[in-house]
Protein backbone atom coordinates (compact mmCIF):
# COMPACT_ATOMS: atom_id res chain seq x y z
CA UNK A 1 0.00 0.00 0.00
CA UNK A 2 1.12 3.81 -0.88
CA UNK A 3 1.88 5.81 2.41
CA UNK A 4 1.11 9.50 2.79
CA UNK A 5 1.68 11.72 5.24
CA UNK A 6 -1.34 14.33 5.59
CA UNK A 7 -0.79 17.28 7.07
CA UNK A 8 -4.29 18.91 8.32
CA UNK A 9 -5.22 22.59 9.66
CA UNK A 10 -8.58 23.06 11.45
CA UNK A 11 -10.78 25.83 9.94
CA UNK A 12 -12.94 28.05 11.61
CA UNK A 13 -15.98 25.33 11.92
CA UNK A 14 -13.80 22.76 12.78
CA UNK A 15 -12.24 24.54 15.33
CA UNK A 16 -15.22 26.18 17.25
CA UNK A 17 -16.09 22.54 17.38
CA UNK A 18 -12.65 21.19 18.59
CA UNK A 19 -13.89 18.93 21.47
CA UNK A 20 -15.84 16.78 18.48
CA UNK A 21 -12.18 16.22 17.26
CA UNK A 22 -11.68 12.64 18.65
CA UNK A 23 -15.34 11.51 17.76
CA UNK A 24 -14.55 12.90 14.16
CA UNK A 25 -11.13 11.34 13.75
CA UNK A 26 -12.65 7.75 14.84
CA UNK A 27 -15.47 8.86 12.08
CA UNK A 28 -12.54 9.71 9.84
CA UNK A 29 -11.03 6.16 10.17
CA UNK A 30 -14.22 4.48 8.98
CA UNK A 31 -14.59 6.94 6.25
CA UNK A 32 -10.84 5.45 5.28
CA UNK A 33 -11.95 2.10 4.91
CA UNK A 34 -14.87 3.03 3.07
CA UNK A 35 -12.38 5.02 0.09
CA UNK A 36 -9.63 2.22 -0.02
CA UNK A 37 -7.70 3.56 3.04
CA UNK A 38 -6.53 3.44 6.50
CA UNK A 39 -5.95 5.96 8.98
CA UNK A 40 -2.75 4.52 10.97
CA UNK A 41 -1.69 6.99 13.15
CA UNK A 42 -3.01 10.92 13.75
CA UNK A 43 -0.89 13.30 15.85
CA UNK A 44 -2.01 17.01 17.17
CA UNK A 45 1.26 19.17 16.60
CA UNK A 46 2.37 22.34 17.63
CA UNK A 47 3.28 25.18 14.92
CA UNK A 48 1.92 25.70 11.58
CA UNK A 49 -0.26 22.49 10.94
CA UNK A 50 -2.71 21.26 13.64
CA UNK A 51 -2.89 17.97 12.79
CA UNK A 52 -0.74 15.48 10.98
CA UNK A 53 -2.15 11.89 9.91
CA UNK A 54 0.02 9.27 8.46
CA UNK A 55 -2.67 7.05 6.17
CA UNK A 56 -2.41 4.02 3.76
CA UNK A 57 -4.01 3.66 0.54
CA UNK A 58 -4.28 1.40 -2.29
CA UNK A 59 -3.87 3.70 -5.08
CA UNK A 60 -3.63 7.50 -5.47
CA UNK A 61 -7.08 7.09 -6.36
CA UNK A 62 -8.47 5.98 -2.72
CA UNK A 63 -6.12 8.82 -1.22
CA UNK A 64 -8.05 11.59 -3.93
CA UNK A 65 -10.91 9.83 -2.35
CA UNK A 66 -10.57 10.20 1.30
CA UNK A 67 -9.25 13.43 1.06
CA UNK A 68 -11.63 14.68 -0.72
CA UNK A 69 -14.08 12.91 1.44
CA UNK A 70 -12.80 14.89 4.32
CA UNK A 71 -12.06 18.41 3.42
CA UNK A 72 -15.94 18.03 2.15
CA UNK A 73 -17.11 18.09 5.44
CA UNK A 74 -15.78 21.54 6.02
CA UNK A 75 -13.71 20.94 9.62
CA UNK A 76 -10.67 20.99 8.41
CA UNK A 77 -8.29 21.42 5.36
CA UNK A 78 -5.10 18.85 4.26
CA UNK A 79 -2.18 18.68 2.19
CA UNK A 80 -1.29 15.55 0.75
CA UNK A 81 1.96 14.20 0.62
CA UNK A 82 3.25 10.96 -1.25
CA UNK A 83 6.19 9.51 1.15
CA UNK A 84 8.42 6.68 0.38
CA UNK A 85 10.11 3.76 2.82
CA UNK A 86 13.51 4.51 3.20
CA UNK A 87 13.84 1.14 1.55
CA UNK A 88 11.68 2.63 -1.96
CA UNK A 89 14.14 5.55 -1.58
CA UNK A 90 17.23 3.34 -1.58
CA UNK A 91 15.53 1.95 -4.34
CA UNK A 92 14.65 4.72 -6.52
CA UNK A 93 17.94 6.49 -5.62
CA UNK A 94 19.55 3.00 -7.11
CA UNK A 95 17.50 2.89 -10.48
CA UNK A 96 18.81 6.68 -11.57
CA UNK A 97 20.46 7.08 -14.40
CA UNK A 98 24.05 7.16 -14.59
Known amino acids: MAKYIVLINYT ?3 ISKVKESPHRAEAARGLA ?4 AEMKDIYLTLG ?7 VEADSDEAMARFALAI ?5 VRSKTLRAFTE ?3 REIVQSLPE
Open 33 to 36: RECG
Open 12 to 14: QQG
Open 87 to 89: DEF
Open 48 to 54: DTDLVAH
Open 71 to 75: GSQGN
